[in-house]
């Protein structure tokens, strides 16, 4: 698989929305689980959403009922809806796949970035007060 890459981050003030996107070059077949995680200057990694190959979907506590982590029909694009965005919320935004069961793809206990196998380049977000 090749590294995916992300877009759609940007500036936006409190309370906007984003859309983050990544094309990867497709989980047709098989396993697998994917997520984003983001990581703040001076801030350790914090993994917020996953998806696995059976659409189940994880969320860190800091985006539940806020972000929402989808996929396409063909597997080879992922999307972040990113809502009522507060300051915490900036970061470098990162689309990754896990080499985890599909049954330990989760952010809980951080499962998912202990598994990380490749992420992609980031995109920033930066939410103004």
């Known amino acids: 698989q090749v590294q995916p890459v992300e877009s759609g981050g940007g500036s936006v003030q409190a309370g906007g929305s984003l859309r983050l996107s990544c094309a990867t070059s497709?989980?047709?077949?098989?396993?697998?689980?994917m997520g984003w995680f983001r990581q703040a200057p001076g801030k350790e990694r914090e993994g917020i959403a996953t998806?696995?190959?059976?659409?189940?979907?994880t969320y860190a506590v800091s985006v539940t009922g806020r972000f929402t982590i989808s996929e396409d029909n063909t597997k080879k694009n992922l999307y972040l809806q990113m809502n009522s965005l507060n300051p915490e919320d900036t970061a470098m935004y990162y689309c990754?796949?896990?080499?985890?069961?599909?049954?330990?793809?989760?952010?809980?206990?951080?499962?998912?970035?202990?598994?990380?196998?490749?992420w992609g380049q980031g995109t920033q977000v930066t939410v103004s007060s």
């Open positions: 990754a796949a896990a080499s985890l069961p599909r049954y330990w793809c989760t952010v809980v206990a951080g499962t998912f970035l202990k598994g990380l196998d490749k």
């Open positions: 497709g989980y047709a077949y098989g396993s697998y689980c």
């Open positions: 998806i696995d190959s059976d659409g189940s979907t």
